[in-house]
């Protein structure tokens, strides 16, 4: 069993920024691919952002260079950076562990934290 916990959203206007956190309850190169998912009101769960084990990232195209995913192994805590925030980032962020796949689909993510709210006011 792996637990997540998020911090870090909030309020911010559109051109802000803020730095989302998740903490690992056990050591994060156990787990092959973490990654962040946001969900918007009446919309589907989306990926923004997912990192390998070996440092490997992937991003969503919406991000356009404005996100940055990373891990701090010691801590077992990932990060998502979110920089130049539009009002259309406005979501529930999720952190997630795919323990085995590939992360390529939210269905492969085998635990979730229990998100943190990001706003973004234009």
């Known amino acids: 069993q792996v637990q997540l916990v998020e911090a870090g959203g909030g309020l911010v206007q559109a051109g802000g920024s803020l730095r989302l956190s998740c903490t690992a309850s056990?050591?994060?190169?156990?787990?092959?691919?973490m990654g962040w998912f946001r969900q918007a009101p009446g919309k589907q769960r989306e990926l923004v952002a997912h990192?390998?084990?070996?440092?490997?990232?992937h991003y969503a195209d919406f991000v356009m260079g404005r996100f940055t995913i990373s891990t701090d192994s010691v801590e077992n805590m990932v990060y998502l950076q979110m920089n130049n925030l539009h009002a259309e980032d406005t979501a529930v962020y999720y952190c997630?562990?795919?323990?085995?796949?590939?992360?390529?689909?939210?269905?492969?993510?085998?635990?979730w934290g229990q998100g943190t709210q990001v706003t973004v006011s234009s």
């Open positions: 997630a562990a795919d323990v085995s796949g590939y992360g390529g689909s939210w269905t492969d993510y085998d635990y």
């Open positions: 056990t050591n994060i190169f156990s787990i092959n691919v």
């Open positions: 990192i390998t084990s070996n440092r490997r990232t």
